[in-house]
Structures are given as structure tokens and as C-alpha cells.
């Protein structure tokens, strides 16, 4: 099978890159893919395709670009030059571009390859019927929320139209099901990158590294969080560093350099920016606890996936997909009302000063993670495309007989 994948790609700062990465990784090495074709972003530097496994041959075609119009146009023109058995989008509603239309056009790509005969999978992790659009970062204008929804609505229609859609959880299967009477949406966890053989539950010397990855700005904001750690180092006087990992989320500019400005007097404050691919291992290792500084959830969260396959400690806001996550796949952690910094810094509390407790929260954490490694992820996209093979031909011979 030649199989193309429609994604943003590291060094991308596009949604989902490092998701991407990862899937890339291990559909590398599948004897059922033959060619491996990435529809990748287009970016300044060289994309990361550098793997120490042997795999498959990989054809890599830089398409699109965020927000551009001519986006449904460029990628269209990249698959009938590749010719795929089969697609594969790896995507969120806000994947193509943070502007409507550019946004659109890019959703209707895989009802186009439907179109065109081409086996389609859509991994879409999220879903806007559970998607808090004022907390979200989308707007707060309740005629605009409406506006949104019936958008929304349209675009989930199209992407149905896929042989394939896949969400990352099971409530997910429930509402598209309900809503649209759709009857080709299954549940593909999100799965683990990397599962360490023996993660190490000691941490190096000196400061407790109190660390939180990801983009900021819209739903994830650190306020909250440098602020409970002051709590905790004064109630306790642990030494404790605060590290704020990754950059803006691309709706809000110059957040975490107004954030840096407001905070410049805070002690043993970190701003990494940009971690790379291979930095992300010594980031989570050298951490005491994952913070989650949710306001609200847009669907399963990666960064709980990689701080489980380094055996972690995680606090997170009591919010209902990070919740019913955490019980569904068998995660542990201490939980804080969204927004609430006494209820965050007790969370936090409670874990640093307790090193039993932290140990075996990542433990049992580890044990969750390991659950779904990315090897197995790729399997079940894999037999997903054998089954759609499978009920395309038994439909073409009822229609010859």
C-alpha cells in the first residue's frame, strides 16, 4: 500500500506536528506500506526525517501552508502526482488555518479524495460539539458561537463523508453517532510516542523541575500556575523551578513574552521555547511534575500520553474530556479547579512533598501509557485500511453480478 499522510510536520509550528512525527515513525516500518508519502507544510528549515530504523521508502511533498486558499488546490494536485492507494489526515478543525475560509477549504479535502476513489482516514482529534469556544480562544460573542456551531456542523458533514473518520475517544463515537447518524466513526486512542524500557523515577539534583509543554495562550494559560508554585515554595520552602515549555499558540502572539515581562521578578522561571524533537526526552525525564494549566479541553491530550511513557506525576484541571480520559485509559494524578490557584497549588503540593506518592503516581501512569504505544496505533490504522479494501471490493462485485 502506498500510503499518503496529510499532516503539518516538525519543524512545522502547525497543530499536531509532533503527532505526525511519530505516526511517520512507526508507519515507517509496517511491511504492509510499501511507499510512505507525506503532504506535509511548508517550512523555512528541513523537515526532521531523520529515523536510526530502516523502513519503507518516503516521498515528501511540501504543499500547503497555513491559512492560504490555494491550500485545497495544492494538496489536491500533490496526490494525483503521488497517486496514493490511500490518505490519511491527521487533523483538528483549526488545522488548514485560524481563518474561516482557509480553514474550510482545507476540511474538504477528504470528501475530495472519497470523491476521486481514494481509501480515506480521518483522524480528527476534536470535535466542536465538545469544544468550549469562549474558553477555547474562538470567540465569546454568542452570535458568533452560533455562527461557529452551524460551520461546524457543515464541515463534520463533509469529513463524514470519508470511508474512515477516527477519534481519539470513545465519547467522541457516541456524539457523532447521535448527532449525525453517522455510521463510519471508530475509536483509535491517541496512543504513547516513546515508552521508555525502564523509565527512571529519581530525579537529577537541585530544583524540583515544575514543568507544563505545550502552545499558550488561548486555553492554556501559565498565570495561574507561576503563581501556585510562589504558594508552594512559600508554604514549604522546597526549591522548586517553574518551566514553561513550548510557544504561543498561533491565535495569540507575544503571549508568553507578556507573560515573562509580568513575571521578570519570579525566581527560577524558565522559558524554553521550541523544544525539538530529540530535547523532549531530557525535558520530561528532568521533571518532578507535568502540570496541565487547562482552562478548557479540545479532546485527548498528547502531552499526558508523553509524560505516562516517562513515568510521571501530572496535576490536572478537573475538566470533563481530561477526566473521563484519565478513567478511561487508566491514568492517575491530582486534580484542581480550572482557573483556582489555592486548589492548584494544594494539587501541586501534594506531590512534591511527598516523594512515595510521586513515584507511584508515575508508575501507575507508566503502566497506562504502555497500554497503547504508537506500534500498536499504527496497526489498527492499518487494518482499518484492509477493512475499507475489503468492503470496496465486496461492493464492486454485487455490482458487476
Not at 495569540?252 to 522561571?269: D, F
Not at 482499518?384 to 465486496?394: D, K, T
Amino acid at each position: 500500500m502506498k500510503l499518503a499522510v496529510v499532516t503539518s510536520y516538525p519543524p512545522s509550528k502547525v497543530t499536531l506536528n509532533e503527532y505526525a512525527y511519530h505516526l511517520v515513525k512507526n508507519f515507517r516500518k509496517k511491511n504492509e506500506i510499501t511507499e510512505l508519502i507525506l503532504l506535509i507544510d511548508k517550512t523555512p528549515k528541513g523537515k526532521d526525517l531523520v529515523f536510526n530504523e530502516d523502513g519503507c521508502k518516503v516521498t515528501v511533498k511540501e504543499c500547503w501552508t497555513f491559512n492560504s486558499y490555494l491550500n485545497i488546490y495544492s494538496v489536491n494536485k500533490a496526490i494525483r502526482q503521488t497517486k496514493p492507494d490511500a490518505v490519511l489526515f491527521n487533523l483538528q478543525f483549526m488545522k488548514f488555518g485560524d481563518k474561516k475560509i482557509a480553514a474550510a477549504l482545507g476540511l474538504m479535502l477528504p470528501w475530495i479524495c472519497k470523491m476521486k476513489g481514494i481509501m480515506t482516514i480521518v483522524l480528527l482529534h476534536n470535535i466542536l460539539e465538545e469544544v468550549d469556544l469562549a474558553r477555547a480562544g474562538f470567540t465569546a460573542n454568542k452570535f458568533l458561537q452560533k455562527v461557529y456551531n452551524t460551520i461546524g456542523t457543515t464541515l463534520t458533514k463533509l469529513i463524514l463523508k470519508a470511508d474512515t473518520v477516527a477519534v481519539t475517544m470513545e465519547k467522541y463515537v457516541k456524539v457523532l453517532e447521535n448527532k449525525y447518524a453517522a455510521k463510519n466513526v471508530v475509536n483509535i486512542p491517541h496512543g504513547t510516542f516513546e515508552i521508555p524500557e525502564k523509565p527512571s523515577f529519581e530525579l537529577p539534583q537541585g530544583a524540583l523541575k515544575i514543568m507544563t509543554f505545550g502552545k499558550f495562550g488561548t486555553y492554556k494559560k501559565v498565570e495561574k500556575m507561576i503563581e501556585a508554585v510562589e504558594e508552594v515554595r512559600k508554604s514549604t520552602g522546597l526549591n522548586l523551578e517553574i518551566v514553561i515549555a513550548g510557544t504561543d499558540n498561533p491565535n495569540v502572539p507575544g503571549y508568553l513574552n507578556s507573560v515573562k515581562e509580568s513575571y521578570k521578578n519570579v525566581p527560577q522561571l524558565t522559558f524554553t521555547g521550541y523544544v525539538e524533537e530529540e530535547d523532549v526526552k531530557d525535558l520530561f525525564t528532568n521533571s518532578a511534575v507535568v502540570v496541565f494549566p487547562y482552562t478548557s479541553t479540545t479532546g485527548s491530550s498528547g502531552v499526558l500520553h508523553q509524560a505516562g511513557s516517562y513515568g510521571k506525576a501530572v496535576v490536572m484541571p478537573d475538566l470533563g474530556d481530561l477526566a473521563l480520559l484519565i478513567k478511561e485509559e487508566g491514568y492517575q494524578g491530582e486534580f484542581f479547579q480550572p482557573e483556582n490557584v489555592g486548589s492548584l497549588a494544594n494539587a501541586i503540593k501534594s506531590i512534591v512533598t511527598n516523594n512515595e506518592y510521586r513515584i507511584n503516581l508515575g508508575k501507575v501512569n507508566y503502566k497506562a501509557a504502555t497500554a497503547y504505544p504508537m506500534e500498536k496505533i499504527t496497526d489498527m490504522y492499518i487494518n482499518e485500511f484492509q477493512m475499507i479494501a475489503v468492503n470496496n471490493e465486496v461492493y464492486a462485485r454485487s455490482i458487476l453480478t
